[in-house]
């Protein structure tokens, strides 16, 4: 199992139209895809110094190949969905990560 793990830092001024977006538009289009098998949605309780409000977004997917195949056939498209609604008002990142063993 995979994590497909975005950090976002949002501008204050449109944090509260974002988060309602994330809930109901970009993670049921990112749950659409058929890629993912759950998300969660985590705020990060650092302060940052350049301001916002940080939030880690962690979508399951059960392979690496699965991972490639959302890049290849849906990222691009998402992504630009992001970038046209809050350009300039938020900072991402994205990490893979590897589930090892739960507990």
């Known amino acids: 199992m995979y994590i497909y ?8 001024t449109v944090h509260d139209e974002w988060l309602q977006w994330m809930h109901e538009t970009h993670i049921p289009n990112m ?16 302060e940052e110094e350049m301001g916002g409000i940080t939030y880690s977004v962690q979508y399951i997917t059960d392979s ?4 490639q ?8 498209r998402i992504r630009e969905e992001s970038l046209e609604r809050f350009a300039y008002k938020f900072v991402a990142f994205r990490t893979e990560l590897e ?5």
């Open 64 to 67: 690496k190949a699965t991972l």
């Open 69 to 76: 195949k959302y890049y290849d056939e849906d990222a691009s």
């Open 31 to 46: 749950m659409a895809t058929g890629k993912f098998s759950n998300a969660r949605m985590l705020k990060v309780l650092v």
């Open 5 to 12: 793990n975005v950090t976002i830092n949002i501008d204050e």
């Open 99 to 103: 589930i090892i063993s739960e507990h």
